[in-house]
């Protein structure tokens, strides 16, 4: 599966962004889906996960309460509605598929795959 973000953009503290990953193939449905984002100068990190069938999902602490992924399987598509945006939420964020026997729960880079082109998030003070 190839996966591409968009809709990242500058936006102030507080405000909301809507991102979305497209993703190629016919076997989207199979696979656990994340975001991670890396800042500048930092590595990249974990953000959320959501599972197959889209009824399972975690976060990491840092977002929990502000974001929100989903996902649509007939359009093959996940999302991650983004609230109360913070300058420390300033990153490129990507999407990604979990690898086939990673155990759910998993926040490794390592564990997924597919790295998509990032889109940019930038929250203004």
């Known amino acids: 599966v190839q996966l591409q973000a968009s809709g990242g953009g500058l936006v102030q503290a507080g405000g909301s962004l809507r991102l979305s990953c497209a993703a190629s193939?016919?076997?989207?449905?199979?696979?656990?889906m994340g975001w991670f984002r890396q800042a500048p100068g930092k590595e990249r990190e974990f953000v959320c996960a959501?599972?197959?069938?889209?009824?399972?999902?975690y976060y990491s602490q840092s977002v929990v309460g502000r974001f929100t992924i989903s996902r649509d399987n007939a359009e093959n598509t996940v999302d991650l509605q983004m609230n109360s945006l913070r300058p420390e939420d300033t990153a490129v964020y990507y999407c990604a598929r979990m690898k086939r026997g990673v155990h759910w729960g998993s926040r490794l880079e390592f564990d997924f795959t597919s790295w998509g082109q990032g889109t940019l998030v930038t929250v203004s003070s």
């Open positions: 193939g016919r076997t989207f449905s199979n696979y656990v």
């Open positions: 959501i599972s197959r069938g889209g009824d399972s999902t």
